[in-house]
T-cell receptor, first 111, second 113 residues
Framework: KQEVTQIPAALSVPEGENLVLNCSFT??????LQWFRQDPGKGLTSLLL?????REQTSGRLNASLDKSSGRSTLYIAASQPGDSATYLC??????????FGAGTILRVKS | DGGITQSPKYLFRKEGQNVTLSCEQN?????MYWYRQDPGQGLRLIYY???????QKGDIAEGYSVSREKKESFPLTVTSAQKNPTAFYLC????????????FGPGTRLTVT
């Protein structure tokens, strides 16, 4: 059964820092992997989708990499801002188009 | 505007009552999903449907039921058999191909006392 681990569980940084959020998964037989952002009490917002054949995907200040064979994905956030404060969730997609979620990384960016 | 709507945003029920959560999408997506989120935990899959009139159990289907009579709608019923129903419920949808993103609704917070 797929298990997803996100490290660190929480992170507090001053504004302007570059950040690295880590995600590992146990079963490499995935179709793709999505990174989401969740604000308190809200639904999920999709940030990036990386296909299994891709190594990385970029959107603005966000860059996500995927190493399927080793079961790892990393989300880089450049020049962090207070508005980036949220919970970040990683979810590989497996057979049946089902997402399996990690517990998330709670990010706080201080101004 | 295309998107997923969930209603209501907050729902309160007494123990022993069944309750139905609504999920509607106008994205023309074939597949729809229900997840449950508990504090400090990731989302867990309850039920999913890849096509109208068909659905499959997820990891935590006990105490829940669904129907998929229309492409746009995938209601979730939380029955009295669900032992710990208080949670945040999220609905999602996607196209059926493997390259597609899942999109999420705003969620319904259910409190059972």
């Amino acid at each position: 059964k797929q298990e997803v681990t996100q490290i660190p569980a929480a992170l507090s940084v001053p504004e302007g820092e570059n950040l690295v959020l880590n995600c590992s998964f146990t079963d490499s037989a995935i179709y793709n992997l999505q990174w989401f952002r969740q604000d308190p009490g809200k639904g999920l917002t999709s940030l990036l989708l990386i296909q299994s054949s891709q190594r990385e995907q970029t959107s603005g200040r966000l860059n996500a990499s995927l190493d399927k064979s080793s079961g790892r994905s990393t989300l880089y956030i450049a020049a962090s801002q207070p508005g980036d404060s949220a919970t970040y969730l990683c979810a590989p997609m497996e057979y049946g188009n089902k997402l399996v979620f990690g517990a998330g990384t709670i990010l706080r960016v201080k101004s | 505007d295309g998107g997923i709507t969930q209603s209501p945003k907050y729902l309160f029920r007494k123990e022993g009552q069944n309750v139905t959560l609504s999920c509607e999408q106008n994205l023309n997506h074939d597949a729809m999903y229900w997840y449950r989120q508990d504090p400090g935990q990731g989302l867990r899959l309850i039920y999913y449907s890849q096509i109208v009139n068909d659905f499959q159990k997820g990891d935590i289907a006990e105490g829940y039921s669904v129907s998929r009579e229309k492409k746009e709608s995938f209601p979730l019923t939380v029955t009295s058999a669900q032992k710990n129903p208080t949670a945040f419920y999220l609905c999602a949808s996607t196209r059926r191909d493997r390259a597609s993103e899942q999109y999420f609704g705003p969620g319904t917070r259910l409190t059972v006392t």
